[in-house]
């Protein structure tokens, strides 16, 4: 199968790369309330403790991993980006408090085979009825088998959401972020 590998920003390029977060900025001021949102990360997992983040479901689909606890920071980081809680402590996501749902899909490493990928979006798709958005920012070669699960999570009604144009990597030729 093929692996895809995260990697940080300062990391030389490989073939599947995290993606480079980008201060958000906005005039707009987020109420303190919390959103009544679930958004899947599909990723290393989410760290079923942090303070700021609101874990509602995790699931693991690395072979020997019996959780969706975050064991390389990754999926912590985007899952904060996403929704972490308007507590007065540190940052504040663009949907504070959103439920969150681990699906960890990459190993402590940062691999992510698409095989193991493939596993997680079937699993935000029998979630359907619960799972609003799903995202995914990992960037692998071209795969017609991964974009295709993508399309059927969306016929499910779930929002994907996806890294693009990493390392100034031409997204056309990156799965998921060729996928119309």
Partial sequence: SINATLTNASSPASSCQMQRVVPVSTDMNVSASDYNV????LDTGVSLTHPDLNVYRDVSIINGTTTGDDDNGHGSHVAGVAAAKDNDVGVVGIAPGARIWAIKVCDTHGE?????QIKGIEYAIQHAHEIDVLNISIENPNSPALNSIIDTAIKAGI???VSA???GKDASSTTPANNP
Avoid: H, R, S
């Avoid at 679930?38 to 990360?41: P, R, T, V, W, Y």
């Avoid at 992510?112 to 193991?116: L, P, Q, R, S, V």
């Fill in 165 to 167: 144009g990493n390392y």
């Fill in 38 to 41: 679930d958004i899947a990360i």
């Fill in 112 to 116: 992510c085979k698409i095989t193991n």
């Fill in 159 to 161: 929002t994907v959401v």
